[in-house]
């Protein structure tokens, strides 16, 4: 009588092996159903593709109570995106030219038709901005000045919207605690209650919030313009 020769693993060796060999298949199976992570979206398609080269900033409609605030703003404005590489018409003819043609309010100048501020200013797109919060805000240890403003760019050739935004700031960022206890914090807040109507506290804030907002750097932001892209392929 012959007999069959055991198995040199045994039966626990083949248990083992057929639950590796089941783990295998599974991971084979499972790496198969898996999905590959996409790269995030471009926020800028449509700034991509339409590159403008100049931008027509209008009169911020003016949410808050400060008269000051459009003023400021718009003034604001200029700078970081001239900084970003574009041409930015200057703030003085904008405001005298709209006047000069009946437009008299922030909110008319936002009602003007595209093609007419293209014909008159000849810009290729419009920097729409909306003021949310402007001035200082007194509360019990503290006198702060906040700014919100909220933006967004047309392409006057054919009415696109290129790009939104909003952004905020506040001099609470840059002021340090408060010393001298709750009576201390008081006075402090007083004064500082007074000062700011007597300096440009609120006109720096703004500064701050508009290059958060327009700013090339921001994940965010405005893409590069047209001139700061030949002024980096100038320096390579």
């Known amino acids: 009588m012959t007999h069959a020769l055991p198995h040199p693993a045994g039966p626990r060796g083949l248990a083992r092996r057929g639950a590796l060999a089941l783990l295998v298949l599974l991971a084979g199976v499972l790496g198969g ?21 100049s931008v027509l ?3 911020p409609i003016n949410n808050t109570p400060d008269v000051e605030a459009p003023g400021s703003v718009m003034a604001q404005a200029v700078y970081p995106l001239a900084e970003a590489g574009y041409y930015v018409l200057p703030v003085a003819l904008v405001n005298e030219t709209l006047r000069s043609n009946g437009v008299q309010t922030p909110a008319d ?4 038709p595209i093609q007419r501020l ?4 000849g810009a290729d797109a419009a920097l729409y901005l909306e003021v949310r919060k402007f001035g200082s805000v007194y509360r019990v240890i503290s006198s702060d000045s906040e700014v919100a403003v909220d933006a967004r760019l047309v392409d006057l050739r054919d009415g696109r919207v290129l790009w939104t935004g909003s952004a905020s700031a506040s001099s609470a960022e ?9 009576l201390g914090a008081l006075l402090q807040a007083v004064i500082e209650q007074v000062a700011s109507n007597f300096s440009e506290r609120n006109h720096q804030v703004a500064g701050i919030a508009m290059r958060r907002l327009l700013g090339a750097q921001g994940p965010r932001g405005l893409l590069p313009g047209p001139r700061a892209l030949a002024a980096t392929a100038a320096t390579r």
């Open 118 to 121: 293209r014909e008159v200013f």
């Open 174 to 182: 840059q002021r340090g605690q408060q010393q001298g206890g709750i």
């Open 109 to 112: 100048a936002h009602q003007v």
């Open 33 to 53: 159903c898996a999905t590959v992570d996409k790269a995030p979206a471009d926020p800028w398609p449509a700034l991509r593709e339409a590159r403008p080269a």
């Open 57 to 59: 900033v209008l009169p």
